[in-house]
């Protein structure tokens, strides 16, 4: 029986920050999907990682990053990327979660990074605000840089579900990175792959039971 519905915020609750890394890579004439290749490649103890766990500051962080993407044949400054890290919050994900709560445990847990202001990173205030209401919706949020495990170690899935008291098995996790959901699927969770905002409602209501229209 589903007990907890555990939701990454990028990507799921807002759109995914890959559409602008895609088109600052167009802007730049840099290859396809290079910004995921630098992030992919020792993904565990890459700039990116060690910045999503609080081990280096934003300015070793765009030095790191400025260095491995060089290594790749294309230098870009990781203070640019986090500033593309903000997307638009969807109001059709929002609404479901406000559904979700009123039956299931609800947190969120996040992968971020330790600059901006909290979960919604690198917004302007107005964005921010718009952020903070939706983190207001959850019963917990935990954050990657907060407690230095980041998705998709298996023991950041251990302390999410020691956090709201339940058993993986008795978990709905949604994500829109298949490498995050792997470990989670693999500890007894019903996980959602997010690729589209209709698709993610579907599969949420009938993983739920509940109905989104």
């Not at 829109?176 to 959602?192: C, E, R, S, V």
């Not at 905002?197 to 039971?209: F, I, M, V």
Request: charged fraction near 25%; charge should be negative; aromatic fraction near 8%.
């Amino acid at each position: 029986m589903i007990k907890a519905i555990l939701w990454d915020f990028g990507g799921v609750l807002t759109s995914s920050p890959f559409e602008a890394f895609a088109r600052y890579e167009s802007e730049r004439g840099l290859p396809e999907n290079f910004v995921r290749t630098i992030n992919s490649t020792n993904p565990d103890t890459n700039a990116w990682a060690r910045f999503e766990r609080s081990e280096v500051t934003l300015d070793e962080f765009d030095t790191l990053f400025e260095a491995e993407s060089a290594a790749l044949g294309h230098p870009v400054s990781g203070k640019d990327i986090v500033r593309l890290l903000g997307g638009d919050i969807r109001p059709n994900m929002v609404n479901a979660l406000k559904i979700c709560r009123e039956k299931y445990i609800c947190t969120c847990l996040t992968n971020n990074v330790a600059a901006g202001k909290g979960p919604g990173m690198t917004r302007d205030a107005a964005a921010q605000a718009d952020v903070q209401k939706v983190m207001g919706l959850f019963g917990e949020v935990i954050e990657s840089s907060k407690i230095g495990l980041r998705k998709p170690d298996p023991r950041i899935y251990e302390y999410a579900c020691g956090q709201m008291g339940v058993k993986p098995e008795e978990v709905v996790y949604l994500d829109d990175l298949g490498i995050n959901l792997k470990p989670a699927a693999a500890m007894g969770m019903t996980t959602i792959k997010v690729v589209s905002e209709a698709q993610a409602l579907r599969d949420l209501s009938a993983a739920s039971g509940l109905s989104f229209s």
